[in-house]
């Protein structure tokens, strides 16, 4: 692990402590003495602060420093493993009112928003077995699973209505106020309805 280098002796300042205080909105020097104390007893690691700043704002303002790794990787889809891929795609693609993308019968199915971004996806697996949730020790465990945002309670209601007729049913166990409602996907996936 590396070492935060002292800048401030006097006042116990450390170099993280000075890029933490321009994180927090330090633009000055000044800042950084309001927001730390660094400098604000002898005055000699001034200098120091001053050049520490300066470099990294130069560091922050380099185009594209951290831009070819972000843009060169997308999340193309989430991928639910399940003992039916079709019958569990339809279900989530009558839900969201998506549509069907990708099709290997047996094994894949992904659906695709209208708008387009990232695709849900099914994988076919003979030897699943769905999560026990709440989680029981011992039992398989949820890894994940989808919060689907709703407008107002109205939209709730019946976002909950089409998901208990498509075959989803409610879960024994609610957390949380009534902005959230958890049910169970028809291969026992959890997933929320949330007001957002
Ligand atoms: S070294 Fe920073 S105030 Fe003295």
């Known amino acids: 692990m590396a070492v935060d280098k002292m800048i401030c002796p006097c006042k116990k300042v450390t170099r993280g402590d000075v890029l933490r205080a321009m994180a927090k909105g330090a633009e000055k020097y000044k800042d950084v003495q309001r927001m730390t104390g660094a400098g604000t007893k002898c005055g000699k690691c001034e200098a120091d602060i001053r050049k520490l700043m300066k470099k990294h704002r130069e ?48 094994e894949w199915v992904d659906i695709v928003s209208p708008g387009g971004g990232t695709k849900l996806a099914f994988q076919q697996n003979p030897a699943y077995r769905p999560p026990v949730w709440p989680d029981e020790p011992g039992a398989p465990q949820q890894q994940a699973h989808l919060d689907l945002a709703v407008k107002d309670r109205a939209a709730m209601r019946q976002a909950v209505e089409l998901a208990l007729s498509l075959g989803a049913r409610l879960s024994d166990t609610q957390y949380g106020d009534d902005k959230w409602t958890t049910l169970i996907d028809p291969a026992g996936h959890p997933f929320c309805f949330v007001i957002w």
């Open 59 to 106: 560091e922050k303002d380099k185009p594209g420093k951290h831009a070819p790794q972000a843009q060169a990787i997308t999340l193309d889809a989430l991928v639910l493993e399940c003992p039916d891929a079709a019958a569990l795609a339809d279900f989530y693609a009558a839900l969201l009112g998506w549509q069907r993308g990708h099709v290997e019968p047996g």
